[in-house]
């Protein structure tokens, strides 16, 4: 299994603002590691396998935490949504709340997923700025220099 760029905890502290009442459960490892398979790795490349030596381990934590705690965020917001139990899939309510409309989550889905991907491109930057200080990175294996994306189509 791929080492994890962060924990449920800096998910929570960075993504939701340390939220105490946030069910750290729903976190998971296999999340985690989802956002950092689907968004992460297509970006940096060999970046990700070198998390634990100088000069990486540094760059994950100042350039890439807040970005990938904000995709996993991103993951998480339908299930954070609903409660699946022995009852079936479930709308949390509460007496004071009212659930958000499908058009609301869209939106701040898309807020969130527009901000990680900014956060990921400032990280980016940091890389082209200094090749003889990230050596492992070539810009190549970066699947954003190689396709573009207008409207949500893939190009």
């Not at 689907?38 to 940096?44: A, G, I, M, Q, Y």
């Not at 491109?121 to 990175?137: G, Q, S």
């Amino acid at each position: 299994m791929d080492k994890l760029m962060i924990t449920a905890d800096e998910v929570v502290a960075l993504a939701f603002g340390g939220d105490a009442h946030l069910d750290r459960a729903k976190i998971s490892d296999a999340t985690i590691l989802a956002a950092q398979t689907k968004f992460v790795r297509p970006v940096l490349g060999g970046v990700c396998d070198k998390l634990t030596s100088a000069p990486y381990a540094n760059f994950i934590k100042e350039w890439v935490k807040l970005s990938l705690a904000l995709y996993v965020k991103w993951l998480l917001m339908p299930e954070l949504l609903v409660e699946i139990g022995a009852s079936g899939v479930v709308v949390r309510s509460c007496e004071d709340y009212v659930g958000a409309s499908p058009e609301e989550l869209r939106l701040l889905m898309q807020r969130l997923r527009s901000e990680a991907d900014a956060l990921m491109d400032r990280a980016v930057e940091e890389l082209d700025k200094n090749p003889t200080l990230y050596k492992e990175y070539d810009p190549h294996d970066n699947v954003r220099n190689r396709t573009r994306i207008v409207g949500g189509v893939i190009i």
